[in-house]
C-alpha cells in the first residue's frame, strides 16, 4: 500500500516501479539492494534445478541487465538442453560450463526501464 501512495505521489524510483510490477509478475523474490534490483528463483527444469539470478543496474546510458542461470545437470543431455534453452533466450548468453555444473551468464545494456521488464517477461515464459 505504501509504494502505491508512492507511486501516486511521484516520490518512487523507476527501480522501485520495475520492483513493485515484477512482483506481480512472478513468485521469485525481487527486492532492491543498494541501488540494484535483484530477482532470484530456483527452477525445476528437466531434472535439473536452476538456480536463476537477475539483476538491474541503473547507468548513465541507461539500464545494465544481469542474469546468471546456473545448476547442476545431472547428464549431458539435460547440459545440452539447458544450452538451448538458454541461448532462445538471448544469442548473447554465455555458456561457461556445461557438465556436470551448468553455468550461464547474460549481460546486456537496454535504454529504458520497459525493456527490462519486457525481457523480464520473456525469461519467465521461458523458464517457468
Do not use: C, H
Amino acid at each position: 500500500m505504501i509504494k502505491a501512495l508512492d507511486i501516486l505521489t511521484g516520490f518512487i524510483t523507476r527501480l522501485s516501479l520495475a520492483e513493485l510490477v515484477m512482483k506481480s509478475l512472478s513468485n521469485w523474490l525481487t527486492y532492491i539492494d543498494e541501488n540494484v534490483l535483484i530477482s532470484k528463483q530456483l527452477i525445476q527444469y528437466e531434472d535439473a534445478q536452476l538456480r536463476t539470478i537477475f539483476k538491474t543496474y541503473m547507468t548513465e546510458e541507461g539500464y545494465r541487465i544481469e542474469l546468471s542461470i546456473s545448476g547442476l545437470a545431472p547428464s549431458t543431455a539435460t547440459a545440452y538442453s539447458l544450452k538451448s534453452l538458454v541461448k532462445k533466450i538471448d544469442k548473447d548468453v554465455k555458456v561457461e560450463s556445461l557438465y556436470p555444473f551448468f553455468n550461464s551468464i547474460l549481460i546486456k545494456n537496454v535504454n529504458n526501464i520497459v525493456s527490462v521488464l519486457k525481457f523480464y517477461k520473456r525469461i519467465l515464459s521461458m523458464l517457468t
